[in-house]
């Protein structure tokens, strides 16, 4: 039997696995694909156990599934003696194996390191090299950086203008329900008494690539119950939990998307952020899922609900693309603070007597997922109150979340969450001190520390840090008419009450690995 004759080779990376992408529309005897499992990608920071686990579980069903419908496969996974660890390298170890291949295309990656990498490849490859659309986003690259222009990048705009450009909870000229925006509704703490969902979650037995993961030495952080990993791994299993979504959690989703309990780790949220981002599912199919189950039980589920949750995925997650490809690779240097420090420890191991932080990182290490609040409002204001460089929070939320791509990642945490792009995305920083914690979770009743005092052993140490963090950027955030309570608050503070708060942050700082 003659070898095959192909004449394409075309690289899928593991965030790619988009089933209706026009490459998959027919079979073609003359087209190879490539998928690869190598160690700098699962080596740039250390990753949770579970992202590489899902990450290589979704990718190689992706593979099955395709081969299973006709189109031809190479696979190199973690440990295959012949996979040499680079995507180049297979690729050129494939062009010498079938020397009938003429060209390579891949489509465009979403993290700017593999661009410049993939552009880079295609000068030194032996055949020409192609790129395509990935065809998955609901805007190219530079659009947001084109409707903007000189102006301030103000996402409600951006988000008005993707409404109507996509006909989006619209009637007519009109926005649904008289409003563009119902953010004010969806900030509601659990009430007593609630009976929260049960997460619906799979139960996948992947012990054998976790040993495979192991044996490999790659290094992850966190935990897995190998034997039965919750996550989906095909488009299948996310539709699967989209539905579950928008039947079960889409009444009270906007109620309580920024709700924390002990606990209560997932609540109303979707989950599908792993799924959409690795492109199992399109976003707009889920816009359109959203707004046709509003539509149809209007009875049941409130504007403000499904609006809340749409304009995550039509608004942000677009926009966070938007900004990301508008700055880098500048973006990835901004540390507008000059904050220097590292993150505490306990970052790593939850063993903090802070309930709140305790709760999240416990939740982080055991599940590779927290929801946005956790993440902006305890971990990520917690690090930007004590100061931490915007590169160590950088690597901890890359390697700690199931969903966490650098597009999506980076501008979310270095620029939402940090301010450390001095205002691009954010129009004031977002910190806290306890009260908002306390007002929005009820951590604080299981906690070491008192949420109202301010200073002394039972104080909460978000509340010093978060006078500290304002005297001490005062020139810098002075002038913002956002945040101008504050400093009339701390105006008005006796300078001896003043003395004390700034003292008791500097003793948190020196003893931060033992609170």
Same mark, same amino acid.
């Given at each position: 039997m003659s070898d095959p004759t192909y004449r394409k080779l075309r690289l899928v990376l593991g965030d790619q696995l988009h089933s209706g992408h026009s490459w998959f529309e027919q079979t073609d005897a003359e087209v190879l694909y490539l998928m690869m499992e190598i160690r700098p990608e699962t080596d740039y920071v250390r990753h949770h156990i579970q992202k590489v686990t899902g990450f290589f579980g979704a990718m190689r069903r992706f593979s099955k599934t395709q081969a299973e419908r006709g189109h031809t496969f190479r696979y190199f996974r973690i440990g295959d003696p012949t996979n040499l660890q680079d995507f180049q390298k297979n690729i050129e170890q494939l062009i010498e194996e079938f020397p009938s291949i003429e060209a390579v295309e891949y489509q465009e990656p979403d993290e700017y390191r593999l661009d410049v990498y993939f552009r880079e490849c295609t000068s030194t490859l032996p055949v020409p090299m192609h790129r395509v659309s990935s065809e998955h986003f609901l805007t190219d690259r530079r659009e947001l950086e084109e409707f903007f222009g000189d102006r301030s990048y103000l996402m409600e705009r951006f988000y008005r203008m993707m409404r109507q450009k996509w006909e989006v909870l619209m009637n007519g000229k009109q926005p649904e329900g008289g409003d563009w925006n119902f953010d004010a509704s969806n900030r509601k703490k659990l009430p007593k008494g609630i009976v929260l969902p049960v997460p619906y979650v799979f139960a996948h037995d992947l012990q054998a690539l976790v040993r495979e993961i192991e044996d490999a030495g790659v290094e992850t952080i966190g935990k897995v119950d190998a034997s039965q990993f919750e996550w989906p791994l095909d488009r299948t299993e996310s539709l699967e939990l989209l539905d579950v979504f928008c039947v079960e959690l889409l009444p009270h989703f906007g109620d309580f998307q920024d709700a924390m309990t002990p606990g209560g780790w997932s609540l109303y949220h979707s989950r599908i952020s792993f799924a959409l981002n690795c492109k199992m599912l399109t976003p707009l199919e889920v816009i359109q899922r959203v707004e046709s189950e509003y539509r149809t039980r209007k009875d049941e589920i409130d504007i403000s609900q499904a609006e809340g949750f749409i304009r995550q995925i039509l608004g942000w997650r677009e926009y966070v693309r938007g900004i990301y490809w508008a700055r880098m690779p500048e973006y990835a240097q901004h540390n507008f603070f000059d904050h220097q420090r590292a993150l505490p420890v306990w970052f790593w191991t939850g063993e903090t007597k802070m309930a709140c932080l305790s709760d999240a990182i416990d939740q982080s290490l055991e599940r590779a997922y927290a929801h946005h609040i956790q993440r902006l409002m305890l971990t990520g204001n917690?690090?930007?109150?004590?100061?931490?460089?915007?590169?160590?929070?950088?690597? *901890?939320?890359?390697?700690?979340?199931?969903? &966490?791509? +650098? *597009?999506? +990642?980076?501008?979310?945490?270095?620029?939402?969450?940090?301010? &450390?792009?001095?205002?691009?995305? &954010?129009?004031?920083?977002?910190?806290?001190? &306890?009260?908002?914690?306390?007002?929005?979770?009820?951590?604080?009743?299981?906690?070491?520390y008192d949420p109202k005092v301010k200073t002394g052993p039972d104080a909460c140490p978000f509340n010093a840090l978060y006078w500290d963090f304002f005297d001490r950027n005062a020139s810098v955030l002075r002038k913002n008419p956002r945040i101008g309570m504050a400093y009339r608050n701390l105006d008005r503070m006796e300078p001896t009450q003043r003395a004390s708060l700034f003292e008791h942050a500097e003793w948190i700082r020196n003893n931060i690995d033992r609170l």
């Open positions: 917690f690090a930007l109150l004590l100061g931490t460089h915007p590169d160590a929070v950088d690597a *901890w939320y890359l390697g700690m979340y199931m969903d &966490a791509i +650098e *597009w999506v +990642e980076m501008p979310n945490a270095r620029g939402m969450s940090q301010f &450390a792009d001095g205002g691009v995305m &954010a129009t004031k920083p977002y910190v806290s001190s &306890a009260n908002y914690i306390h007002k929005m979770s009820d951590h604080c009743r299981s906690c070491r």
